[in-house]
Nanobody
Framework: QVQLVESGGGLVQAGDSLRLSCAAS????????MGWFRQAPRKEREFVAG????????YYADSVKGRFTISRDNAKNTVYLQLNSLKPEDTAVYYC???????????????WGQGTQVTVSS
């Protein structure tokens, strides 16, 4: 098990940037594949980005490709999500998750943070 705590959300204007962080507890962070999901009001939770635990390969939802960047620092037990060129439709609660392998399906992840709110005004 690993405990996850997100931070970095906020209220920004369209076109602005944010960097979300997810700090993990425990000494096994590097053994987890990490993902970011988001959930907007009255919508299903959706995959945003993932980073492989061993290769560092990254994967993105089509809606954020080219605008968002996921990265990880295993020495700091932290995964990041850089959000650029934000749009109002990016407004959601953003969650980080840890699991054995990358998947776009949330049940594949065993550990979840509490979420951080991102609100983008037009």
């Amino acid at each position: 098990q690993v405990q996850l705590v997100e931070s970095g959300g906020g209220l920004v204007q369209a076109g602005d940037s944010l960097r979300l962080s997810c700090a993990a507890s425990g000494r096994t962070f590097s053994s987890y594949t990490m993902g970011w999901f988001r959930q907007a009001p009255r919508k299903e939770r959706e995959f945003v980005a993932g980073i492989n635990r061993s290769t560092g390969s990254t994967y993105y939802a089509d809606s954020v490709k080219g605008r968002f960047t996921i990265s990880r620092d295993n020495a700091k037990n932290t995964v990041y999500l850089q959000l650029n060129s934000l749009k109002p439709e990016d407004t959601a609660v953003y969650y980080c998750a840890a699991g054995p392998k990358i998947s776009v399906y949330s049940p594949a992840y065993d550990n979840w943070g509490q979420g951080t709110q991102v609100t983008v005004s037009s």
